[in-house]
């Protein structure tokens, strides 16, 4: 089954909004083998919406609709769908019931105003939204379902998880699906990774894709498989996971939605490890990405952000000659910083960064973009020079991305 993403909103077209409302139910869909051919975006017109409907009913047999649902004169998308499906608005009597209640609870009274809401096209199918007050719509069309929702994200995502994917799989029943795998891989490019994996690549069935989403350091390999035998596209996913990681396994540090970040908490966790880090150019991103996730405090003890030479020196040991005779940015002084903050935290591993992020500060023997990344742990201190742009943002995130890799491969030893 094929679906269609459209979030209606003048706040979404001007960017004063992200439009996450489209990620979320693109994902959601995606994971029960939904394909979904587009998204769209459209203004708070008649125009805008009834054009959007047209596209999206020619271009897939679901249509996924959010915004529009308020109880305002510029939220329309109930009266255009009444005319799109050819019929009336009518009073939902239990609708109403039901928002005068929620009002009651907080102490106040429903309006005529708030009437509106509850006024719905005669013929949809009612969902009701257990976390705001415009109920959500389902119609069915000759070939087509729309399902409309209020553009409000938590309440959105409450539908689209209790009422929208259950009636979408019993709808779709034994119809083909997607499924899809995804292969994270750190240490390589994208045309480096296309060119070793190639033959499997060429051999993959019409019914099978493979595409490549890099991000700054890492790749995902996202394998897709169409089909209505779930025991047959499980088998020819792992098919192919286990020739591409014959060939390209040491670049490959998880499968799914997990980043470089939990790859190393799950492996610290794992083998009851500790990690600390000394950032310079990184600034303290790297410690920012690892305390995103929870449980991170099994494993990371701290980070000390040693900008500053003196910080370099007082704090973390790294001797002043050292500093004046190679420079912040060197091998030395990056090896020092690691072992320094092993050494002041007491963990098993510690990671440091000291480069020049730009955009500037850069010299003729080391320009912008010239980073050092190491990894001191119980087998020795190991350091890695990184040639990246001009982009301090982007050196940033690339730095963060190969430091951790780094300490991937270490603990995995290769």
């Given amino acids: 089954m094929r679906a269609y993403i459209l979030t209606i909103g003048d706040e979404i077209l001007i960017g004063q909004v992200t439009d996450t409302n489209a990620t979320f139910m693109a994902n959601a869909l995606n ?22 409907l047209m596209r999206a009913t020619e271009a897939a047999d679901v249509v996924l609709v959010t915004g529009g649902l308020g109880p305002t004169k510029d939220d329309i998308t109930k009266h255009v769908l ?25 102490g106040k009274k429903a ?9 719905l096209p005669a013929t949809a199918t009612v969902l009701t939204n257990e976390r705001g007050t415009a109920p959500g719509m389902w119609l069915e069309l000759e070939g087509n379902i729309i399902v409309s929702m209020p553009g409000v994200p938590y309440e959105m995502r409450q539908l689209v998880r209790n009422e929208v994917i259950p009636r979408l799989l019993e709808f779709n029943g034994d119809d083909k699906r997607l499924r899809a795998l995804t292969i994270l891989t750190a240490g390589a490019g ?82 009851k490890l500790t990690l600390a880090t000394a950032e310079s150019c990184t600034g303290g991103s790297i410690a920012a990405l690892i305390t995103r996730h929870p449980g991170s405090s099994s494993h990371f003890m701290g980070s000390i952000v040693a900008y500053d030479n003196k910080v370099k020196n007082k704090v973390l040991g790294v001797p002043v000659n050292m500093i004046r005779k190679n420079g912040a940015v060197s091998e030395p002084v990056v090896k020092a910083m690691a072992e320094g903050a092993r050494k002041k935290l007491g963990t098993d591993y510690a990671i440091a960064t000291s480069g020049v992020a730009g955009p500037g500060g850069g010299t003729k023997d080391k320009p912008v973009g010239t980073i050092w990344i190491a990894v001191a742990g119980p087998e020795g201190t190991t350091a890695r020079l ?11 995130i690339y730095t963060v991305h190969q430091a951790l890799d780094m300490l991937r491969r270490v603990l995995d030893g290769k």
Avoid at 85 to 106: A, D, G, P, Q
Avoid at 111 to 119: D, L, M
Avoid at 208 to 234: H, I, Q
Wanted: proline share 2%; net charge negative; glycine share 6%.
């Fill in 82 to 106: 009444a005319d799109f499906c050819n019929t009336e608005l009518v009073f939902h009597e239990e609708s109403w019931k039901r928002l005068k209640k929620i009002y009651r609870t907080f």
């Fill in 111 to 119: 309006t005529k105003h708030h009437r509106v809401q509850c006024e």
């Fill in 31 to 52: 994971e029960e083998g939904f394909e979904v051919v587009e998204h769209l975006s459209v203004a708070d017109t008649r125009e805008g919406i009834m054009s959007g």
């Fill in 386 to 396: 990184l040639s990246s742009g001009k982009d301090r943002k982007r050196n940033i």
């Fill in 190 to 271: 994208e045309t480096t990774i296309a060119e070793q994996i190639e033959p499997v690549e060429d051999s993959l069935p019409e019914h099978m894709s493979l595409a490549y989403l890099p991000n700054l350091g890492t790749v995902r390999l996202r394998v897709t498989t169409r089909g209505t035998d779930e025991e047959r596209m499980k088998a020819e996913l792992e098919d192919v996971r286990v020739q591409i990681e014959d060939i390209i396994g040491d670049l490959v540090y998880g499968y799914g939605k997990g980043d470089l970040a939990l790859a190393v908490q799950s492996r610290m966790q794992d083998k």
